[in-house]
Each structure stands twice: as C-alpha cells, then as structure tokens.
C-alpha cells in the first residue's frame, strides 16, 4: 500500500528565505511521486513530478525536490520564497494500481515580509 | 484550450437529499477523477473514468456514483447525504495512461446541514 506523510502542517519564511517542505513516502512499488500546490478557492496545480531517472527534479516557479529512495523523502525546496509562494502544498504518491493519486495532509506555507 | 471547469461552485443540501454534481474536462483530454477534499486534510480519491466506465474506486460507499458521457464531460452523484459529506469535491481530467499529469477544476464545495 501506498502513504504519504508531511511533516509540519504549517511552515513560516520570511520572503528572501529558504523555503522546505518534508515529504515522506511509503510503496510496495516503484514510486511515482509530486508535489502539487493549491491557493484559496482554487484547484490543485502540479508543481513537479519524479517518475523514473534524476533524482533532482526541477519545477514551475523555482521549486524543486530530491528523490530519497535510503530515505524514502521527497521533499520540496526553494532557495528564496517569495510572497506569491503562500499556499497549501501536498505530497502525493500514485497508486499501485496507477488510478488514484494518494496525498499527504497538506503544508500550509506563510511568507512574511 | 479549455480547462477543467465544475458546477455548481458552492452548494447547499440537506441531511438525506441527493446531490449531482458537474464537471466539464479539459480539451483532449478522456479520464476524469474526482476527489474529496474535506476540511484540512488532502484530497481522498473517490473514483475514475475512462471510456465512460468506472475503472477504478477508493473507499467510499456505494452511495457515490458517477457518469462518463461521450464528450467525457462527468457527473457526480451522492445519495442519502450524511453530514461528513460537506467536502470539497475536486474534479481532474487526464490523458488514459499519463494519469500522473492531472488537471484540476477549482471544485464545488458542498455544505450539508
């Protein structure tokens, strides 16, 4: 079976600071992993995926994230937030039957200035 | 290009009624999920379809059903509401066989009282 758990469900920066949002995952399969990010009233919108190759996976704004398999982590980073970067974001693990997405609880990101 | 557009946006029901609920996918596009997304927590899969048949299900009662049309436009429906059903409900439209890209409506949120 398939899990995801995040790690802090509320994570603060400042603008201009690192930005890192902890992913674990758990698959009886090869994992294809994500990291989606929804602002208010709206729906999910991907950020990055890793499926199969690099490790370092880049995405759209300038997040990225780091396949772990020793550490079963995916975790999402941004070397300097910015404002508009405050949102829900969720981990998700595809299913073994590959039908269904399976997200985390969600990280809620502030950025102050 | 067209994206994932729901309706209604909001939504008020009752304890016992039955609730239909719509999603328009995007251009090209032929699977459609929906999700549930209660109150601080992630999106949970409800079901998926493909060819306008259901080809995979989480664990949610019998009682959530839906419909694929030629157009692969979608309908959710949820008989005997109970309270937990007030959610959320996310719509996504994919390509059969790249279901990890999934593109998202802003969803209908369903209060039941």
Partial sequence: AQSVTQLGSHVSVSEGALVLLRCNYSSSVPPYLFWYVQYPNQGLQLLLKYTTGATLVKGINGFEAEFKKSETSFHLTKPSAHMSDAAEYFCAVRASDRTALIFGKGTTLSVSS | ?113
């Fill in chain 2, 1 to 113: 290009e067209t994206g994932v557009t729901q309706s209604p946006t909001h939504l008020i029901k009752t304890r016992g009624q039955q609730v239909t609920l719509r999603c328009s996918s995007q251009s090209g596009h032929n699977t459609v999920s929906w999700y549930q997304q209660a109150l601080g927590q992630g999106p949970q899969f409800i079901f998926q379809y493909y060819r306008e048949e259901e080809n995979g299900r989480g664990n949610f009662p019998p009682r959530f059903s839906g419909l694929q049309f030629p157009n692969y436009s979608s309908e959710l429906n949820v008989n005997a509401l109970e309270l937990d059903d007030s959610a959320l409900y996310l719509c996504a439209s994919s390509v059969q066989g790249n279901n990890e890209k999934l593109f998202f409506g802003s969803g209908t949120q369903l209060s039941v009282l």
